[in-house]
T-cell receptor, first 114, second 118 residues
Framework: AQSVSQHNHHVILSEAASLELGCNYS??????LFWYVQYPGQHLQLLLK??????LVKGIKGFEAEFIKSKFSFNLRKPSVQWSDTAEYFC????????????FGQGTTLQVKP | GAVVSQHPSWVICKSGTSVKIECRSL??????MFWYRQFPKQSLMLMAT?????????EQGVEKDKFLINHASLTLSTLTVTSAHPEDSSFYIC??????????????FGSGTRLTVV
């Protein structure tokens, strides 16, 4: 079955700490991968995406993610978090070349303490 | 960029009435739109997929007669919750993709509609 698993449900960090959020997927075939962020009271915004090419993807606000095909993973990283990064983070997958339904992970709540 | 506008942001309705939620793509043609439901502290659950000019495809367990979806144009999709009941109270989110915008923007999401049925 197609699925996305985010290992960390709730992460609490202090400002300037490094962040890594895990994401593993189960999907037959090649994939498109996404990380979205949902700030409190706001809509989902695209942080970054992977379609093909360089497996290390850089996104907005200093975030990056690495696609490791052999591990079916697409972990999100940021070297130094800020209080403003407090939000809900969602990993999602769809089939490569497929603009069909997006399968979401359960989300990770990140709380950054000032 | 690719912008999706969703209205209303919140709505309160009486049990038994119907509510319509609109989702518009403002600067691109949305070939496909998706409707999600999000429960507090949970992920997004896909309800249905709609392609312009054709009937929506509903996910298993979603009542198509209760959640009516219309995608009459390349910029507008509507979700109507018919005969709403308190258990329909939730956060509804639409998403859209366009052939021309997908490579740059992927799936674009609306700001969501908070529905409360009293």
């Amino acid at each position: 079955a197609q699925s996305v698993s985010q290992h960390n449900h709730h992460v609490i960090l202090s400002e300037a700490a490094s962040l890594e959020l895990g994401c593993n997927y189960s999907y037959g075939g090649t994939v498109n991968l996404f990380w979205y962020v949902q700030y409190p009271g706001q809509h989902l915004q695209l942080l970054l995406k992977y379609f093909s090419g360089d497996p290390l993807v850089k996104g907005i606000k200093g975030f990056e993610a690495e696609f490791i095909k052999s591990k079916f993973s697409f972990n999100l990283r940021k070297p130094s978090v800020q209080w403003s990064d407090t939000a809900e983070y969602f990993c999602a997958v769809t089939g490569s070349g497929n603009t069909g339904k997006l399968i979401f992970g359960q989300g990770t709540t990140l709380q950054v303490k000032p | 960029g690719a912008v999706v506008s969703q209205h209303p942001s919140w709505v309160i309705c009486k049990s038994g009435t119907s509510v319509k939620i609109e989702c518009r793509s403002l600067d691109f043609q949305a070939t496909t739109m998706f409707w999600y439901r999000q429960f507090p502290k949970q992920s997004l659950m896909l309800m249905a997929t709609s392609n312009e000019g054709s009937k929506a495809t509903y996910e298993q367990g979603v009542e198509k007669d209760k959640f009516l979806i219309n995608h009459a144009s390349l910029t507008l999709s509507t979700l109507t919750v018919t005969s709403a009941h308190p258990e329909d109270s939730s956060f509804y989110i639409c998403s859209a993709i366009g052939t021309a915008s997908f490579v740059d923007y992927g799936y674009t999401f609306g700001s969501g509609t908070r529905l409360t049925v009293v």
